[in-house]
């Protein structure tokens, strides 16, 4: 069984188009993430929630929206896609604060 | 603000050669520390981890010390496969839900 799977593997669309990519764990942690990894493999954060709230909100667009409808899922709509969103986007979970996270096998995301 | 800094790669190293892989942080308080290895087209994966000063993690012959005295994470492995190469990527976490990752060294393995 998978531990943090996310859906779709790769997405590829039009720049201004609406995506949504989701992520699911079934290891019972209370804290998924989302990443977000550059063409040089720069891993940054962008969204955390700890049972379904938002704990951590980095700089990122407004055009970013997380919803988490339960603690075992954590998704991520992007609206109006530029072409400096393309880059891998990676879901994580932990159990408690300073546990090791666990991530998804990335969703690679390419804007023409 | 808490960070952390690992060696630019690429590391091109021959079969059965010594790794080291140098990561060294700044934080507030008693980080715990990790290296995390991604092979490609994959996600993270847990390498190893140490919770306190002094702390050896060590997983798959890897092996790395967590020495507050110098704010050092260093990567070791003795004899290095082809299988090893990938991404390896330090990290720390002060007690909070925030991570903070190192820009990341590939590893590269020749047979």
């Known amino acids: 069984d998978t531990a943090v799977s996310q859906t779709p593997k790769y997405l590829v669309t039009q720049m201004g188009n609406d995506k949504s990519i989701k992520c699911e764990q079934n290891?019972?942690?209370?804290?998924m993430y989302w990443y977000k990894q550059d063409s040089k493999k720069f891993l940054k954060i962008m969204f955390s929630?700890?049972?379904?709230?938002?704990?951590i909100n980095e700089t990122v667009p407004n055009r970013f929206s997380p919803k988490s409808p339960d603690k075992a899922h954590l998704n991520l709509h992007i609206n109006s896609l530029e072409l400096g969103d393309s880059a891998v986007y990676f879901c994580?979970?932990?159990?408690?604060?300073?546990?090791?996270?666990?991530f998804g096998d990335g969703t690679r995301l390419s804007i023409l | 603000g808490d960070s952390v800094t690992q060696m630019e790669g690429p590391v091109t190293l021959s079969e059965e050669a010594f790794l080291t892989i140098n990561c060294t942080y700044t934080?507030?308080?008693?980080?715990?520390l990790f290296w995390y290895v991604q092979y490609p087209g994959e996600g993270l994966q847990l390498l190893l981890k140490?919770?306190?000063?002094?702390d050896k993690g060590s997983n798959k012959g890897f092996e790395a010390t967590y020495r507050k005295e110098t704010t050092s994470f260093h990567l070791e492995k003795g004899s290095v496969q082809v299988s090893d190469s990938a991404v390896y990527f330090c990290a720390l976490s002060s007690g909070t839900y925030k991570y903070i990752f190192g820009t990341g060294t590939r590893l590269k393995v020749l047979a």
């Open positions: 994580a979970s932990s159990q408690e604060k300073s546990q090791p996270q666990h």
């Open positions: 929630y700890n049972n379904k709230e938002l704990i």
């Open positions: 934080a507030t308080g008693y980080p715990s």
């Open positions: 140490a919770t306190k000063a002094d």
């Open positions: 290891l019972g942690h209370d804290t």
